[in-house]
T-cell receptor, first 117, second 113 residues
Framework: EAGVTQFPSHSVIEKGQTVTLRCDPISGHDNLYWYRRVMGKEIKFLLHFVKESKQDESGMPNNRFLAERTGGTYSTLKVQPAELEDSGVYFC???????????????FGPGTRLTVL | GENVEQHPSTLSVQEGDSAVIKCTYSDSASNYFPWYKQELGKRPQLIIDIRSNVGEKKDQRIAVTLNKTAKHFSLHITETQPEDSAVYFCAAPKGGSNYKLTFGKGTLLTVNP
């Protein structure tokens, strides 16, 4: 079974440019999450999709970040315009259906390392 | 919201020794505690998790203990091997949710042969 995949693996852009990150979850996983790890800090939750719907986007830093999941399959995370502080590793994860008060393992992708110069 | 503190940030041990990584959390509603291992250049992978209805869980050389009263949980690795070298992250769900994980800052474990 293929795991969560992310593209690109690395991206180097200049301040003010736009970047779009892509995540393909494990087939059949309705839940998709975006996380970010800034250098030396913790992995921080950004948002959660259930199928194509945004369930929780409380972790999105500001309105320069836009996540979509059209059709409930792959997801994109766009940063426009990028700022220096957006540099970090962006992880995507997916999990199976969540029954109330149960926990399902979140499977992580390899991450996209974004560098904003 | 949930706050997760993880210690130490780095840990170096000799092969065969034990390693212990500790985490504390703030939200008493949290009841699921996963540990992830991230090898260099690879993705974080779940290695063990514990739910709040048990105090300890073991899987071969890896064990996790949970003290809900004190709000801390620990990862124990016995008979460490060089392939255990990685960054380890603890996590707890935010605000009683069953999906929004708050992670610790990570512990870089180095096992010296």
């Amino acid at each position: 079974e293929a795991g969560v995949t992310q593209f690109p693996s690395h991206s180097v852009i200049e301040k003010g440019q736009t970047v779009t990150l892509r995540c393909d979850p494990i087939s059949g996983h309705d839940n998709l999450y975006w996380y970010r790890r800034v250098m030396g800090k913790e992995i921080k939750f950004l948002l959660h999709f259930v199928k194509e719907s945004k369930q929780d986007e409380s972790g999105m830093p500001n309105n320069r970040f836009l996540a979509e999941r059209t059709g409930g399959t792959y997801s994109t995370l766009k940063v426009q315009p990028a700022e220096l502080e957006d540099s970090g590793v962006y992880f995507c994860a997916s999990s199976q259906d969540l029954a109330t008060w149960s926990y399902n393992e979140q499977f992580f992708g390899p991450g996209t390392r974004l560098t904003v110069l | 919201g949930e706050n997760v503190e993880q210690h130490p940030s780095t840990l170096s041990v000799q092969e065969g020794d034990s390693a212990v990584i500790k985490c504390t959390y703030s939200d008493s509603a949290s009841n699921y505690f996963p540990w992830y291992k991230q090898e260099l250049g690879k993705r974080p992978q779940l290695i063990i998790d514990i739910r709040s209805n048990v105090g300890e869980k073991k899987d071969q050389r890896i064990a996790v203990t949970l003290n809900k009263t004190a709000k801390h949980f620990s990862l124990h690795i016995t008979e460490t091997q060089p392939e255990d070298s990685a960054v380890y992250f603890c996590a707890a769900p935010k605000g009683g949710s069953n999906y929004k994980l708050t992670f610790g800052k990570g512990t870089l474990l180095t096992v010296n042969p």
